[in-house]
């Protein structure tokens, strides 16, 4: 009766230690594709504010061109166009990063990577 619990008790222990890691790397690679989408839902925000930026330009009177205020404002949609544009090259790339990610450890088996040591001779 004794051996039956030992040996009851040792598959658990076992079992919950080969689970573990398994939920432990599906979280993870679920983590890195969340984040993924909030980095291209970001990025996509950025672009309709350039885009939003773009047409209130053209949506300014001609006259507007001109004058001392007109140099400063071109200066200033510049730069604001070019740090949209910035944020969101930015975003882009580590939405990228984040998918890179989540596909490596897809392709990566847990038994393999549960059992590593990080010693390389014996």
Do not use: C, W
């Amino acid at each position: 009766m004794k051996t039956v619990q030992t040996l009851t008790i040792a598959s658990i222990i076992a079992f919950v230690l080969v689970a573990l890691p398994t939920s432990v790397f599906a979280t993870d690679q679920a983590a890195h594709l969340t984040l993924a989408q909030q980095y291209k839902q970001q990025a996509d925000e950025y672009q309709a504010k350039i885009k939003d930026e773009i047409e209130a330009v053209k949506r300014k009177p001609r006259s507007a061109s001109f004058g001392r205020n007109a140099k400063v404002f071109k200066q200033h949609v510049a730069y604001k166009l070019q740090s949209l544009e910035v944020a969101m090259a930015e975003n882009l790339e580590k939405a990228a990063y984040h998918e890179k990610m989540a596909a490596e450890q897809s392709f990566h088996p847990v038994a393999a990577s549960a059992g590593k040591t990080g010693n390389t001779g014996s």
